[in-house]
């Protein structure tokens, strides 16, 4: 897990609409088992798809960045800043980035929706 820091004008925007959900989103993955869903197959059978539908596009700088880093320790938490950061875009979907999640990572979404119910 991580903990992002609040910055900009207004932190406690910042900790509604990106902290608790992210932070969240590490907390339902690893609820039963650690990393449950960001290292199933389903998850990471989405990734791939999305990848092949957008040129492999990160849903954010920090999915990118955190995977390279985890991927080479072959670690089952490769995927789970990615999974997240994914969730924290489908649970802001009138924000830029929300919008651009929905459009370019409709695999992530997919799986997201299933697990979260529709918003
Ligand atoms: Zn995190």
Redesign the pocket.
Known sequence: ????PPSGPNPALYVRTTTIP??A??ILDSSTRLYKYSSSTEYINAVKADNSLNGEQWPSN?ARN?FYDRVTERSEAAF??DF??SARLYLNPDSPDGVRFRRLFPNRLRFIENLLGSI
């Open positions: 897990m991580c903990l992002l992210h932070e989103a590490h920090y955190s789970s800043e997240a950061e």
